[in-house]
């Protein structure tokens, strides 16, 4: 091959990766073979920096019919149907053009859950951006940003029928050279008619449907397989368009076909477009095929094989169809107005064999392509020195600060403040299920009208806790979207990933991720919550500045009762509020909100949680719950108690007098399992009954009522609270 240097070099390929190629070939590649080993062997697809650690991930339990290495995961939720539902990063294609990568970052996901023979019935999202409250072209850039990403989110979203039901939203500096965009979605779906990504049985026709195939998206997976630089701009052509309208017509076209005994299997057109839905589906058969790709619909004149076997473009299934029954399925893509060829079928050669125009224009075995891709051990740092050059938190300077006046900046950042500006732009009560949607805090509700049960899911990410301890900040995050789920009145069942990492040539990020997998593991297996789908994203770095390891836990959990969702809003005047917390944890500063805002660095002690003591809580919760015992209750997470309580009380609409002087590190400091619970005083002895000896204490905080919020030696009115929580973001959105 001529300039083969070059080529390798603009395909991500090392001379070493080509000397398998030669191997597995027995032979010189072609342009099209090297474009699909590039495909398929790269850090989206492969994941071959990060498989190894993957390894060991909780995937198992009685209530988990699918865990990693489908389109999404499958948990039963009883009555015979399941929960199908995955998470997954668009992150360099939202940077490149926020409203497109956003839209299709979404559609991606959704179809991911249909694939699976789901309707799809609810949306999250966890998006980051830098600092958005700058006056400077950095923040008018995430500002920028901000505004595409939650267009695309709605639009796609909206389009589509599907709620978008909650999320999370943060905004640090280590995320000003690459946005995260994480789109979550969950499917319905009886557990005897769920459909996986398989290709089998010799002479089973091959089946495209959906949209054309065009030039966008080319190359997507290898861009989202490497770091940005200054040349970033010109990866534009890279991110795919999407169209929800065209989208509905397929989630709709492929639910008729799962109702008839049609197909052997389906897989979505993702990432590497139909090179990694062909490969895929195959190989996880042990099976061949061969298509001819001048059969493939297109939608650009002059197009090759390299072009139709690499382009994303969205919108578009592979299907491999049962013999025989290729008119039936081709009738349904008609009456949806989508487009249905046969473009190939399945053999027993174990190769896939491609041909354009009657010529053979590559032949790639399938198994060794999958078995023999690079599994990388990358270098880690034994004794990573990042935050050695870090100043330490001043706690004491910290201490010192007006209370009145840290609660009330606080209350406005962008971490609080209440976020209607973003959510009002999502449709989240289309197909009329959700119970609790965004702007209640804490998880989402859904319910299930096909067993009658509800279902809670809650997303999260500790960023900065995992910045200082990766470790200890993933087994937080996993325990966070547990209690939401509990705090709600469910069991959290199952979690899925999206891990967001700088580059695996770093060391020190290899570390990151490497302890990050250790937290998620420990935290997953004494929760009992399972891992079930996931998804790597790595290379967020720009021009040498990583970011700070971001690993998105999104959790999903049964509510048996939808009658009875507990509240997290203090409404009812009267009421005491009690912090209900471990004694095993004590508030600290490390990686807290008010360090942030307040302190000269995030550097500082931080509180580890102890899981066992975090079992307990969700139990507890769920006891006191079923007992009603608790009139509302709320966790205590981004700045502290005095937050937690505020947010509480301002969407209840209600004042509050303090009973107990808290200082400063009580107020504002942060740690892992406590909550605030308020409840009627002649349940408190009941409650207090529940706890027993155990490690867990209560103390009273607080009673509801007047028109003030008054805790220690902070009082702000009511009304100026309100006006201060629920206005503060469009401020910053529309006036900075």
Known sequence: MENLPQVLKQHKLTQEDYAKILSILGREPNLVEIGIFSAMWS?????????????????????????????????????????????????????????AGAATGVGGIMRDIFTMGARVVASLNAIRFGDITRRDLIGAKHRYLLR???????????????????????????????????????????????FYGKASGIGNPVIYVGSKTGRDGLGGAVMSSDS??????????????????????LL??????????????????????????????????????????????????????????????????????????EAEIMEIFAKWELDCAIIGEVTNSGKMELFWQNNKCAEIPIAPLSEKAPILKRPVSENPSYLDFIETLNSQELESKDK??????????????????????????????????????????????????GLGMSVASQARLCYLNPKEGAKQSVAKVGRDIALRGGRALAITDCLNFGSPENPEVMWQFKETCEGIKESCKALNTPVVSGNVSLYNQTNGKDIYPTPSIAGVGVI????????????????EVYLLKSKSVMPEFGASLVAKYFGNSIKGVTAKISLQDELYLWSVLNAANERGILNAAVDVYQGGVAIALAKACVRGNMGCKGVVDLDFKALFGEAPTQVLVALESQNIAQLKIMLGDSNFELVKIAILGGENIVMSDIIIPLKEAKETFYGAFEEIIETF
């Open 148 to 194: 595409g990403v939650v267009a695309g989110i709605g639009g796609y979203g909206n389009c589509m029928g599907v709620p978008t039901i909650g999320g999370e939203m943060s905004f640090e500096s280590s995320y000003e050279g690459n946005i995260l965009v994480n789109a979550f979605s969950l499917g319905i779906v009886k557990n005897d008619a769920i």
């Open 43 to 99: 850090e989206h697809c492969s994941y071959k920096s990060s498989k190894i650690y993957l390894n060991g991930f909780p995937t198992r339990a009685p209530w988990v019919i699918q865990g990693p290495g489908e389109n999404a995961g499958v948990i039963d939720i009883g009555g015979g149907y399941g929960a199908v539902f995955k998470m997954e990063s668009h992150n360099h294609p939202s940077f490149i053009e926020p409203y």
């Open 228 to 249: 940005f630089s200054e040349y970033s701009k010109a990866l534009r052509p890279t991110v795919q368009v999407g169209d929800p309208f065209t989208e509905k017509l």
């Open 404 to 453: 009145n006046a840290v609660f009330r900046e606080l209350l406005k950042s962008p971490e609080v403040c209440d976020k209607a500006w973003v959510y009002s732009q999502y449709d989240s009560s289309v197909q009329t299920n959700t119970i609790v949607s965004s702007g209640s805090g804490g998880a989402s509700v859904i319910r299930v009208k096909e067993n009658g049960k």
């Open 252 to 325: 709709e076209a492929c639910l008729e076909l799962f109702k008839r005994d049609l197909i052997v299997g389906i897989q979505d057109m993702g990432a590497a477009g139909l090179t990694s839905s062909s490969f895929e589906m195959a190989g996880r058969s042990g099976s061949g095929m061969v298509m001819y790709l001048d059969k493939v619909p297109m939608r650009e004149a002059g197009m090759t094989p390299y072009e139709l076997m690499l382009s994303e473009s969205q919108e578009r299934m592979l299907i491999c169809a049962k013999k025989g029954c």
């Open 560 to 575: 048996d009762n939808i009658n009875n969702v507990l509240c997290s809003n203090f409404n009812k005047e009267g009421l």
